[in-house]
């Protein structure tokens, strides 16, 4: 099947932001986790931070959710001490709740997520 959803990453300092685009299949978030893996293996920041920033129509099904929340616990295991979620709508706000990690917060704006993840590194 065709891929569905794809991510765009982009480095600032010790900060990965990673914009979401679309709705994703199975196919679409394998893909983007492959591509998420090697960005944050071949960067040698540590530690770093990640903000993930959703469109209106990043969704995926309860199988890709769990793909999802197992991507963001391999952010942990290379040295992530802080993920920020930026949620579009309601919908995704309730599945963030649900499958962010103990280091993850969610947020309904892209400035209140870099002042989260700005007073994160200070510790």
């Given at each position: 099947?065709?891929?569905?959803?794809?991510?765009?990453?982009?480095?600032?300092?010790?900060?990965?932001?990673v914009?979401?685009?679309?709705?994703?299949?199975?196919?679409?978030?394998?893909?983007?986790?492959?591509?998420?893996?090697?960005?944050?293996?071949?960067?040698?920041?540590?530690?770093?931070?990640?903000?993930?920033?959703?469109?209106?129509?990043?969704?995926?099904?309860?199988?890709?959710?769990?793909?999802?929340?197992?991507?963001?616990?391999?952010?942990?295991?290379?040295?992530?001490?802080?993920?920020a979620?930026?949620?579009?709508?309601?919908?995704?706000?309730?599945l963030?709740?649900?499958?962010?990690?103990?280091?993850?917060?969610?947020?309904?704006?892209?400035?209140?997520?870099?002042?989260w993840?700005?007073?994160?590194?200070?510790?």
């Amino acid at each position: 099947m065709k891929n569905h959803g794809h991510i765009e990453l982009n480095w600032q300092d010790n900060v990965l932001y990673v914009k979401v685009i679309g709705p994703f299949n199975i196919e679409g978030a394998a893909e983007a986790a492959r591509i998420y893996k090697q960005e944050i293996q071949n960067k040698v920041v540590s530690p770093f931070s990640v903000i993930e920033y959703l469109d209106e129509n990043s969704l995926g099904s309860p199988e890709v959710m769990k793909n999802v929340s197992v991507m963001w616990k391999l952010l942990a295991e290379h040295n992530c001490s802080a993920l920020a979620l930026v949620y579009a709508n309601v919908v995704q706000r309730m599945l963030s709740d649900k499958y962010l990690p103990s280091f993850g917060k969610a947020f309904d704006n892209l400035e209140d997520a870099e002042i989260w993840i700005k007073n994160n590194n200070k510790r």
